[in-house]
């Protein structure tokens, strides 16, 4: 049987640079890979099957976009290899509803929403005038369980006519109504933060929700503008979803009230900023692969 230590699935052409940054590093390390796309997945799965090919790791980018490789996945589970970013916990973070409620048991600051039912299962919605003047104008409207680049978000609502038609786009989707949050400016800066949980550590990076633009945040910045915050805040969501890597939006608001605005992001979008004008700093990219690695080697080293 042929061994690797970690399986690296993805379908996205945007992941190659980061699958192959992840290569480099651990081969590097004497750890060896395996990538697996839609040319090698059926293959993959056959020799998994007949014992002929198994992994000590798996990194799954594809599974949420191509079922196959949950099934590989799920099949790789079953003879104990480690999965990243376990399925059945991913599913649960996701939700947009559930979290919502499960941040605001924990003490987490999330944005005034309203949850309403998929069409599906309650075609007539009931909300008052009073409903959505609570909200404010303009408010957000976001399905809970569709996730990735702001699909089916609307987020310059201003009628209960808008919310029905949304209703119909994901028909049987939950839906969130929020309030629209705004942010401090420091330094000429919105005071707005994409913070990954990657493999047990914190990285917090400034972002701007308009222009999607990354900018590194310093130990420096953090100190003097006092956003320690960011750190504690992202901890309690990774001890919730109990995920290895997801990224979270919080936001430093004009009361300076640290509020947490898109809960948890599994599938971080990893294009390099050396490569891409809204992509994230390189030297981020970098912490994250070799916080992977460390982990790896941590894991390894506890079964011996």
Same mark, same amino acid.
């Given at each position: ?7 690296? =699935?993805?379908? %996205? ?7 192959? !940054? ?8 004497? *750890? ?28 799954? $980018? ?11 996945? &799920? ?6 290899? !480690?999965?990243?970013? #376990?399925?059945?916990?991913?599913? !649960? ?6 979290? !919502? ?6 003490? /987490?600051?999330? #944005?005034? =929403? ?23 104008? #303009? ?32 028909? &049987? ?9 705004? =942010?401090?400016?420091? &330094? ?8 990954? %949980? ?11 929700? @308009? ?8 130990? @420096? @910045? ?49 294009? *390099?900023? =050396? ?5 994230? #700093?390189? @030297?981020?990219?970098?912490?994250? /692969? ?10 390894? $080293?506890?079964?011996?």
């Amino acid at each position: 049987m042929e061994k690797f230590d970690i399986a690296l =699935s993805y379908v %996205w052409e945007y992941d190659e640079e980061f699958i192959d !940054h992840i290569e480099r590093v651990f081969q590097k390390n004497n *750890l060896s890979t395996y990538k697996i796309n839609l040319s090698n997945i059926e293959e993959t799965i056959e020799k998994v099957q007949s014992r002929k090919l198994a992994f000590n790791f798996l990194l799954d $980018r594809a599974w949420d976009v191509e079922d196959i490789f949950g099934e590989l996945g &799920n099949l790789l589970s079953r003879k104990r290899t !480690h999965i990243f970013n #376990p399925y059945k916990n991913v599913l !649960h973070a996701i939700d947009k509803a559930t979290m !919502h409620l499960e941040f605001i048991t924990a003490g /987490i600051n999330v #944005p005034y =929403s309203i949850i309403i039912p998929p069409f599906s299962e309650k075609e007539k919605l009931f909300l008052s005038v009073d409903d959505l003047a609570i909200l404010g104008r #303009p408010f957000i409207i976001k399905p809970c369980n569709t996730t990735g680049g702001g699909i089916g978000v609307v987020t310059g609502a201003e009628t209960l006519q808008e919310v029905i038609k949304a209703r119909f786009v994901h028909g &049987n989707d939950k839906y969130l109504l929020q309030e629209k949050i705004l =942010s401090k400016i420091i &330094n000429g800066n919105r005071a707005w933060f994409r913070v990954f %949980w990657a493999f047990g550590k914190v990285i917090p990076v400034w972002w701007d929700d @308009q222009t999607h633009i990354y900018n590194l945040l310093t130990k @420096q @910045q953090i100190e003097y503008y006092n956003l320690k915050k960011l750190f504690s805040i992202t901890k309690k969501i990774f001890e919730i979803t109990k995920l290895d890597f997801f990224s979270t939006e919080i936001v430093l608001t004009q009361k300076n009230l640290f509020v947490v605005i898109d809960y948890v992001n599994d599938m971080c979008d990893m294009r *390099l900023k =050396s490569l891409h004008f809204d992509g994230v #700093p390189d @030297q981020v990219v970098e912490q994250i /692969i070799h916080n992977l690695k460390n982990e790896v080697v941590k894991i390894k $080293r506890k079964l011996g």
